[in-house]
């Protein structure tokens, strides 16, 4: 119960009375207090001079340090500073080392605390955290339901420019669908070789991808220019956790014969080395056998998708009971007449869908994604996943 529960100052307290009763023997007292009796005859020395304020916890801290910084010399650092307010501890030392020859330094790290603790050191913009899904979980059972897709790093051709190769492959039978040399990892060059395999072999359910660009951006739900299209088409964005390679193990493993077939050496330009590709991606599919298929080709396991890409991006359907808001070409939407939200510049031009959960509370949607959730009372957008890693004890994949 709260009125049994008893603190060190009580404790304290009692000590001091049993003391001034003289019921037991100061030995006796210190042992039931579990205190030695030097530690016993300094509590009531203090009590003695200082009465009840005696017993107060005191600050270990000590009253000097042999190691601190001299003050003539924190001081001319800090004038140092104010001088040169851009200029940090590796600048300041050796400058303030050639003005005094004699004087001992301290280290930089030192000099770094001494200007922080006088406030001269500007404090970085923290940056919103983004949240991620975790670990993909949907299952694999057949082609194009899920579709992996990466960029092999770049290298230079004989003619020195780098060669970008975007790789596409089928999960289930490791069908390499693509393998396209691009001069960047934009999303200007990126689209036509999905535009071209989604109307060659049609569209997968998911394309599992990593966190870099063109696949992902630092925004709400980690949407891009490239992924959101895909959203459009019906195709859910997948993506594996920041730094685990291994979460798309079979692309990766693809991209290490693609190293050693096709890219040592490089070709002595672009469009040769385009050229290796394509012979590479015949003979990847057509005739080297895979373990992991009891030796069969990967083009005998493949087959394409019953799911044409439209002529027409379908417009985004939501609910009746969903909200439905336009975002402006400033990445927000309108909210309660006057009322302005920003959401993701990715989305501009679409509209978004918000379903009232609570009281105040809505979920964001654009299509069937999550991008995060609305409070009325803040007016602000958390990001799904973000809010997912900091409440929940496992990542789940959403969606």
């Not at 924190?74 to 300041?92: C, F, N, Q």
Request: net charge positive; proline share 8%; with cysteine.
């Amino acid at each position: 119960m709260p009125w049994s529960q008893t603190t060190p100052m009580d404790q304290k307290t009692q000590f001091i009375a049993d003391y001034l009763r003289e019921i037991f023997s100061f030995s006796e007292l210190c042992a039931r207090f579990g205190v030695s009796r030097e530690t016993g005859y300094r509590l009531v020395e203090r009590y003695l001079e200082q009465g009840p304020a005696g017993l107060e916890a005191r600050s270990r801290r000590p009253h000097s340090s042999p190691n601190e910084t001299a003050a003539h010399v924190v001081e001319a650092l800090l004038e140092l500073r104010r001088r040169h307010p851009r200029w940090g501890a590796k600048k300041l030392i050796p400058l303030l080392g050639r003005r005094h020859p004699s004087w001992e330094l301290p280290a930089r790290t030192t000099v770094f605390e001494i200007l922080n603790r006088h406030g001269m050191v500007p404090k970085k913009r923290r940056r919103r955290a983004i949240g991620h899904p975790g670990r993909p979980t949907s299952r694999v059972l057949a082609p194009n339901d899920v579709w992996c897709a990466d960029f092999k790093g770049e290298f230079k051709t004989g003619d020195g420019i780098y060669c970008y190769p975007l790789t596409v492959t089928d999960e289930h039978s490791r069908f390499l669908l693509g393998c396209q040399g691009l001069l960047s990892t934009k999303v200007i060059g990126a689209k036509p070789v999905f535009t071209r395999l989604f109307k060659e072999y049609g569209l997968p359910k998911r394309i599992r991808t990593d966190n870099g660009v063109p696949f992902a951006t630092n925004t709400l739900a980690r949407l891009s220019k490239l992924s959101a299209w895909w959203v459009r088409l019906g195709v859910l964005p997948e993506l594996i956790e920041p730094g685990k390679p291994q979460q798309n193990g079979r692309h990766e493993r693809m991209h290490r014969t693609l190293k050693a077939e096709a890219t040592r050496p490089p070709a002595g330009s672009c469009r040769a080395q385009q050229r290796k590709f394509n012979h590479f991606r015949e003979e990847f599919n057509q005739e080297r056998p895979h373990e992991a298929l009891d030796m069969h080709t990967p083009a005998s396991c493949y087959e394409s998708s019953p799911r044409e890409m439209p002529t027409k991006l379908p417009p985004l359907e939501y609910p009746d009971r969903f909200e439905v808001r336009y975002v402006s070409a400033n990445g927000g939407i309108r909210w309660k007449k006057h009322a302005w939200v920003n959401v993701s510049t990715v989305c501009i031009g679409e509209y978004v869908g918000l379903e009232e959960i609570d009281d105040g509370v809505w979920d964001v949607y654009f299509g069937p994604l999550r991008l995060g959730r609305l409070h009325d009372r803040h007016m602000r957008i958390e990001d799904a996943y973000g809010r997912l890693r900091r409440h929940s004890p496992r990542r789940t994949t959403e969606g």
